[in-house]
């Protein structure tokens, strides 16, 4: 690339990643406000609102990323993203969110929320009986426990706190229904804006394109989730935030990975079973005790679920290449 070519590149990927990082900023605004406004007007509780349209609504770039995966003949990737994006949610942005601001907990039906995110990280392994594959009937088998779960939310969804929420002005239907839709479409398109220029300006400034991909692509999907979370927590409406957090987690295995299969056949490898289910097991577990005790979490807490991130991903670069290589091209 030419000295003035390349002199350019810096400036214009720093100028949009700025745009990106704006347009996530604001779509999170309109999410979460538009949301907040649908419970009041329903007499739903925020929880829920954050547990099922907040959390479909962010998760968005993971149904994207792994649909687009999917019709590529990369099915693996589909299921890692899938995986991987829980890990960051419970791990990395419930954490940053607490270290941000110490977030209290008061929503019913954590317990229930809390397990059902527990069992949903074990899905890979229904697998095991069927050659290392999920299939078809594994997809239609976890929509229909969406549907069950999404009507068991509704029928306890009710909170007396949610009177309690400031909301200034009265918005109409019609632009609650407009910032609903063009909430998630900003984070996406924001998500992505920012991904490719940060993998640009590291190409820029002489890092590897691939440790930027990996890097930077293994937290991507999760940008929205982490924006969303930390702004509903800026606002005070700390039980979006947490439900979104959680509920995430929950779409991305009933909803993202159950429309993809419904779509074709996903191998589950053996790094899989033996690294990523187990750390998405030991995180969701460590959230148990953080999320039900004292009913806040706190920023030590937070500092820990970070922590463990870390952990994570370290072993990612350093063992696991060597634990699970990648197999033989055309073997």
Not at 93 to 111: C, D, E, M, N
Not at 277 to 295: E, F, N, Q, T
Request: glycine residues 10%.
């Amino acid at each position: 690339m030419p000295d003035d070519a390349q002199n350019l590149v810096l400036p214009l990927a720093l100028a949009l990643l700025v745009a990106g990082a704006g347009s996530m900023i604001f779509g999170a605004h309109l999410l979460v406000i538009s949301s907040v406004r649908i419970a009041r007007r329903a007499g739903l509780s925020p929880f829920f609102i954050g547990v099922t349209v907040v959390a479909f609504g962010t998760s968005v770039p993971e149904l994207a990323a792994s649909l687009y995966a999917q019709f590529n003949e990369k099915e693996a990737l589909a299921l890692g993203n899938v995986i991987g994006s829980n890990i960051a949610n419970l791990a990395l942005v419930l954490g940053v969110v607490a270290l941000f601001k110490p977030i209290p907990v008061k929503a019913p039906t954590l317990r229930r929320d809390l397990t059902l995110v527990c069992l949903v990280g074990l899905v890979p392994l229904l697998a095991l009986p069927f050659g290392n594959t999920l299939g078809l009937w594994h997809g239609i088998g976890l929509l229909a426990l969406l549907g069950g779960f999404l009507w068991i939310s509704k029928r306890h969804n009710t909170s007396d706190e949610y009177e309690t929420l400031e909301i200034e002005g009265r918005w109409p239907v019609w632009l609650i229904t407009l910032a609903i839709i063009t909430g998630p479409c900003l984070l996406w398109a924001g998500s992505t804006l920012f991904v490719e220029s940060a993998a640009s300006m590291g190409r820029s400034v002489g890092i590897s394109e691939a440790i930027v991909g990996l890097t930077i692509v293994a937290f991507t999907t999760s940008l929205p989730e982490l924006v969303t979370s930390v702004y509903a927590a800026i606002r005070g409406y700390e039980e979006v935030g947490i439900g979104n957090i959680l509920g995430s987690c929950i779409m991305n295995i009933l909803a993202v990975l159950g429309l993809v299969l419904v779509f074709g056949d996903i191998p589950v490898e053996p790094q899989i079973y033996r690294l990523d289910v187990p750390a998405l097991l030991v995180v969701s577990l460590v959230c148990v005790p953080i999320l039900l005790s004292g009913r806040r979490v706190t920023r030590p807490e937070g500092g820990l679920l970070v922590a463990l991130y870390a952990i994570y991903v370290g072993v990612l670069f350093t063992l696991a290449p060597g634990w699970f290589p990648a197999p033989a091209a055309g073997g």
